[in-house]
């Protein structure tokens, strides 16, 4: 039975759950059809990719799936314009876009009939993005991985705060990885809620056996925030990590810019999601990392979400009835 909300009726999904796109771990074609074909919105991560692998890529996951899809558009990546061209051309139910102004592209995609969906971490750029006119706001927390906000706020906090703000749909992301999360977070006034870590953790997840071990092993506070002040990426602690922990703690980052940002940008995703070095390279993921102990199908974990979801959303209703007198619990 389908859960639905005016947004997933809208995105004409089955669910209001949405697989975050991730660099390389999404960067494929499987994974998002499979949660697509599962009912909800799968989401294909074009920041990594070059014009003709996701040109291939785009072709494949339409032959894939007759389900709503997304695709993820980092605005900032070399050759953006390309990359939204060749994405047009594919007409994605949704585009799922962060780091930068929506305002220039909304017209072209509305009229191909695509919705926008923008990320944002912040009220202020919540409430310019709303005012461009998109279609909903993903609002991420401090607990989310890959570039979360740096200033502490939770993801509870902050979308509370901009459901006060903006008349769009808003979407949650960030310290979910179960379906408890996500019908606490509907539960807040979430139109969807957006997952990451737990999808990273799936069969079809295109990222090295050491990466998805890595975040397996990770307990909920086995993740930090490194890089504050600069581009922030929460990870796996590692030895990057305690590399830029330590040169944050002797004050770097003020005395030397050129080599504090040498030492962030001498350490890649890609050198963990593709190459297996978990030791040096960035193991992106969410403080939701220690809630997963398993790696498993796609459709499984949508599955499993979904039984978890409707769980505790029983859970709630229960609580309409009368509360037991003390001498009725004997």
Same mark, same amino acid.
């Given at each position: 039975?389908? *859960?639905?909300?005016?947004?997933?009726?809208? %995105? @004409?999904?089955?669910?209001?759950?949405?697989?975050? $796109?991730?660099?390389?771990?999404?960067?494929?074609?499987?994974?998002?059809?499979?949660?697509?074909?599962?009912?909800?919105?799968?989401?294909?991560?074009?920041?990594?990719?070059?014009?003709d692998?996701?040109?291939?890529?785009?072709?494949?996951?339409?032959?894939?799936t007759?389900?709503?899809? $997304?695709?993820?558009?980092?605005?900032?990546?070399? #050759?953006?314009?390309?990359?939204?061209?060749?994405?047009?051309?594919?007409?994605?139910?949704?585009?799922?876009?962060?780091?930068?102004?929506? /305002?220039?592209?909304?017209?072209?995609?509305?009229d %191909?009939?695509? +919705?926008?969906?923008?990320?944002?971490? !912040?009220?202020?750029?919540?409430?310019?993005?709303?005012?461009?006119?998109?279609?909903?706001?993903?609002? *991420?927390?401090?607990?989310?991985?890959g570039?979360?906000?740096?200033?502490?706020?939770?993801?509870?906090?902050?979308?509370?705060?901009? %459901?006060? %703000?903006?008349?769009?749909?808003?979407?949650?992301? $960030?310290?979910?990885?179960? @379906?408890?999360?996500?019908?606490?977070?509907?539960?807040?006034?979430?139109?969807?809620?957006? +997952?990451?870590?737990? !999808? +990273?953790?799936?069969?079809?997840?295109?990222?090295?056996d050491?990466?998805?071990?890595?975040?397996?092993?990770? #307990?909920?506070?086995?993740?930090?925030?490194?890089g504050?002040?600069?581009?922030?990426?929460?990870?796996?602690?590692?030895? !990057?990590t305690?590399?830029?922990?330590?040169?944050?703690?002797?004050?770097?980052?003020?005395?030397?810019?050129?080599?504090?940002?040498?030492?962030?940008? #001498?350490?890649?995703?890609?050198?963990?999601?593709?190459?297996?070095?978990?030791?040096?390279?960035?193991?992106?993921? #969410?403080?939701?990392? /220690?809630?997963?102990?398993?790696?498993?199908?796609?459709?499984?974990?949508? /599955?499993?979400?979904?039984?978890?979801?409707?769980?505790?959303?029983?859970?709630?209703?229960?609580?309409?009835?009368?509360?037991?007198?003390?001498?009725? !619990?004997?």
């Amino acid at each position: 039975m389908a *859960v639905s909300t005016l947004l997933s009726q809208r %995105l @004409g999904i089955d669910y209001p759950i949405i697989q975050a $796109g991730m660099s390389w771990a999404s960067s494929n074609v499987a994974l998002p059809a499979a949660v697509s074909n599962a009912g909800g919105l799968g989401v294909l991560a074009a920041g990594p990719m070059r014009p003709d692998d996701l040109r291939m890529a785009l072709a494949q996951l339409r032959d894939a799936t007759d389900r709503p899809w $997304g695709v993820n558009i980092p605005l900032y990546r070399k #050759g953006v314009e390309e990359i939204l061209d060749i994405v047009a051309d594919a007409r994605p139910s949704v585009i799922i876009a962060s780091q930068g102004a929506p /305002g220039s592209h909304l017209k072209r995609f509305h009229d %191909l009939g695509s +919705l926008w969906l923008h990320v944002t971490a !912040f009220p202020r750029h919540a409430e310019k993005a709303a005012a461009q006119g998109v279609d909903g706001v993903i609002v *991420v927390g401090t607990e989310a991985g890959g570039h979360p906000p740096d200033n502490g706020v939770s993801t509870l906090v902050a979308v509370r705060r901009i %459901l006060t %703000l903006v008349d769009c749909p808003v979407i949650a992301g $960030g310290g979910v990885a179960d @379906g408890y999360g996500i019908a606490a977070l509907l539960a807040l006034g979430a139109d969807a809620v957006q +997952l990451g870590t737990r !999808f +990273l953790m799936t069969h079809e997840a295109g990222v090295h056996d050491n990466y998805k071990h890595a975040v397996a092993e990770a #307990g909920i506070a086995d993740t930090v925030l490194a890089g504050r002040g600069n581009l922030p990426v929460r990870c796996v602690r590692n030895d !990057f990590t305690a590399s830029v922990l330590a040169a944050e703690a002797t004050g770097l980052p003020a005395a030397d810019p050129e080599r504090w940002a040498e030492l962030l940008s #001498g350490a890649t995703l890609k050198q963990a999601a593709l190459h297996g070095d978990v030791a040096m390279g960035k193991v992106e993921a #969410g403080q939701s990392a /220690g809630l997963i102990a398993n790696i498993a199908p796609a459709a499984e974990v949508m /599955g499993q979400l979904v039984r978890e979801m409707e769980a505790a959303m029983a859970r709630l209703r229960s609580f309409t009835h009368p509360v037991p007198t003390r001498r009725e !619990f004997a």
